[in-house]
């Protein structure tokens, strides 16, 4: 065991603000199921999905630890949690949430650039962080980014070969997934612990796609309201659909209101199968979790 694991087995993990498991859920066979992981500001998300029935069954929510690291309160919870942590999955997959990415086509990237592309927007720590990309086949994008040196390091060795995205991927294949095609350009926000994610598609084509940090409902709405005049997008006229970590009687969502005609909470990603243990969630949180089993 490493120092790192040690300090992180020995240290109490974050409080469950939210645990859910359906009774059909059998720790014996891990085969049969896939594993979500998002680890970011809002703390740390857990995901489990049965792959015959295409369905969570699991969805847990741990509060955040500012004076823990990333890695650490991943590895807090994988030493005290049940399943995380344990081999045997179908599938893992991790999202990792910052302002640390950049995207850009496919048919641009060069294998081995990727962190001179993200100097663009970060410049990455070597010493802290590793740079990592995701290529989205159905969207003909790369996606780089920068993660927690040592939450990259643990990923990689606890589920090698599976995949590690930053969490704007998982946003974007849920989004894509939920739009239209041939139907009218659709604007999706996605809200987070003083950040705004905010995507733009088009006849299942990503238009835009960029995180911004608020710190006032004012900050909030302007960045919105920037996007749609940037794209040519009417308060008026057009729809915008809200996901993440906000109330209906929020002071956020009454703003939106107040400038956007047409503004609604989002769904669960079409398609899937959810338990009823989860039918007192919202249907609009845990979008990004929800949708990293529609990666590949």
């Known amino acids: 065991?490493?120092?790192?694991?040690?300090?992180?087995?020995?240290?109490?993990?974050?409080?469950?603000?939210?645990?859910?498991r359906d009774e059909t859920l059998d720790a014996e066979q891990l085969a049969g199921y896939n594993l979500y992981l998002t680890a970011g500001a809002?703390?740390?998300?857990?995901?489990?999905?049965?792959?015959?029935?295409n369905k969570f069954v699991l969805l847990e929510d741990y509060a955040p630890q500012a004076a823990t690291s990333l890695a650490g309160q991943v590895q807090q919870?994988?030493?005290h949690h049940d399943l995380v942590g344990?081999?045997?999955?179908?599938?893992?997959?991790?999202?990792?949430?910052?302002?640390?990415?950049?995207?850009?086509p496919a048919p641009l990237f060069r294998d081995g650039d990727e962190a001179r592309y993200l100097q663009l927007h970060h410049h990455a720590d070597a010493q802290h962080e590793a740079v990592r990309r995701f290529h989205h086949p159905s969207l003909d994008m790369v996606s780089v980014f920068a993660a927690e040196k040592s939450l990259v390091e643990w990923?990689?060795?606890?589920?090698?070969?599976?995949?590690l995205l930053h969490q704007t991927s998982a946003l974007l294949e849920g989004a894509v997934h939920q739009s239209e095609r041939q139907g009218p350009p659709r604007l999706y926000l996605s809200v987070g612990p003083h950040e705004l994610t905010v995507v733009v598609v088009r006849d299942k084509r990503l238009e835009f796609c960029n995180v911004f940090a608020f710190s006032t409902p004012e900050d909030f709405i302007y960045y919105t309201i920037l996007v749609m005049q940037e794209l040519g997008l009417n308060p008026d006229e057009d729809h915008v659909t809200v996901w993440g970590d906000l109330l209906h009687d929020s002071v956020l969502f009454n703003v939106l209101r107040k400038y956007i005609r047409h503004v609604r909470f989002g769904n669960r990603p079409y398609d899937l199968g959810y338990s009823y243990r989860l039918n007192?969630?919202?249907?609009?949180?845990?979008?990004?979790?929800?949708?990293?089993?529609?990666?590949?």
Do not use: I
């Open 77 to 79: 919870l994988a030493a």
């Open 42 to 53: 809002a703390g740390v998300r857990v995901g489990v999905a049965d792959v015959r029935r």
């Open 155 to 163: 990923f990689e060795r606890t589920y090698p070969g599976q995949k």
């Open 86 to 104: 344990l081999p045997g999955w179908n599938r893992v997959r991790l999202a990792v949430q910052n302002r640390h990415f950049t995207l850009l």
């Open 280 to 296: 007192d969630v919202f249907e609009y949180r845990y979008f990004e979790l929800y949708s990293l089993h529609l990666v590949e």
């Open 1 to 20: 065991m490493t120092p790192a694991a040690s300090v992180a087995a020995s240290a109490t993990p974050a409080p469950a603000l939210l645990r859910l």
